[in-house]
């Protein structure tokens, strides 16, 4: 049974599942972002457990086909090191999870800092659909939004 489900979870697969596991938890921080659902499921730990698990299983499925992860340190050497790199399967699935990851953690984020300001849900959703398909982006939009409403700007909080 688990050769099954180790032989299923292929590369390919795994960047579906990736992408279409991730889109529930956006609904919910887009559509409710003031819910229950959205603070227990959402801004919790929860999210990051399964994008970790997934990490961790994409890390055992590299290493076992011999990846070499010490050539993914020559990603600060240059432009086209960072090229060479994404041509790897294994590299560009770990690079998508982390990137997903750190999106859908700023996301929640921006969810969770939104409410102590009261900030509109309706203009809250403009830097959360950027936030998640760009972003840092979203997450200067979001700052914006939160410069108006909060009416100042802290450089530390």
Do not use: C
């Amino acid at each position: 049974m688990l050769e099954e489900i180790y032989n299923y979870f292929t590369i390919d697969m795994l960047y579906n599942w990736v992408n279409i596991g991730v889109l529930p938890f956006w609904l919910i921080l887009i559509f409710f972002p003031r819910s229950h659902l959205a603070r227990y499921f959402v801004t919790s730990v929860f999210p990051i457990f399964i994008l970790g698990g997934t990490y961790i299983f994409v890390l055992y499925k590299s290493y076992l086909n011999s990846f070499d992860f010490v050539g993914n340190f020559n990603l600060y050497m240059g432009i086209d090191e960072i090229s060479d790199l994404f041509s790897d399967k294994n590299f560009l699935i770990m690079f998508w999870i982390h990137f997903i990851s750190i999106n859908l953690f700023v996301g929640g984020w921006i969810v969770k800092d939104s409410q102590k300001f009261m900030i509109n849900k309706f203009l809250l959703s403009v830097p959360l659909v950027i936030t998640y398909l760009i972003g840092p982006l979203g997450l200067f939009v979001y700052w914006l939004i939160r410069i108006f409403y909060a009416k100042n700007i802290n450089l530390y909080e």
